[in-house]
């Protein structure tokens, strides 16, 4: 299974970017997924993370409200919009998933199995 995050780049404070993850290899729908993101100097942090059939939602405290999580299984492709950005939204997002039942366990790094390799957001002030 490999996973390719795309969508990265610079944009203003308040402004918006989409990103998409693409799940190839050994596809199959049901696999839970998660955003995590790594700033400068910062340890690894829980974004969102939705389950396989995109019925429920998780999302950090630090984002609810400005970042909708969604997934497309027929184009094996999750997304995450990002609207009203902070300078503070500055960093390697990473895309994860895992065929594991995680219940209440989306934000924990430790339950995915694959991991994509990041894309970069920056957002100025």
């Known amino acids: 299974v490999q996973l390719q995050a795309s969508g990265g780049g610079l944009v203003q404070a308040e402004g918006s970017l989409r990103l998409s993850c693409t799940t190839s290899g050994r596809t199959s729908s049901a696999y839970n997924m998660g955003w995590f993101r790594q700033a400068p100097g910062k340890e690894r942090e829980f974004v969102a993370g939705i389950s396989w059939s995109g019925g429920r939602f998780y999302y950090a405290d630090s984002v609810k409200g400005r970042l909708t999580i969604s997934r497309d299984n027929a184009k094996n492709t999750v997304y995450l919009q990002m609207n009203s950005l902070k300078p503070e939204d500055t960093a390697v997002y990473y895309c994860?998933?895992?065929?594991?039942?995680?219940?209440?366990?989306?934000?924990?790094?430790?339950?995915?199995?694959?991991w994509g390799q990041g894309t970069l957001v920056t957002v100025s002030s």
């Open positions: 994860a998933s895992t065929r594991r039942m995680l219940y209440n366990g989306y934000s924990m790094a430790q339950n995915y199995d694959y």
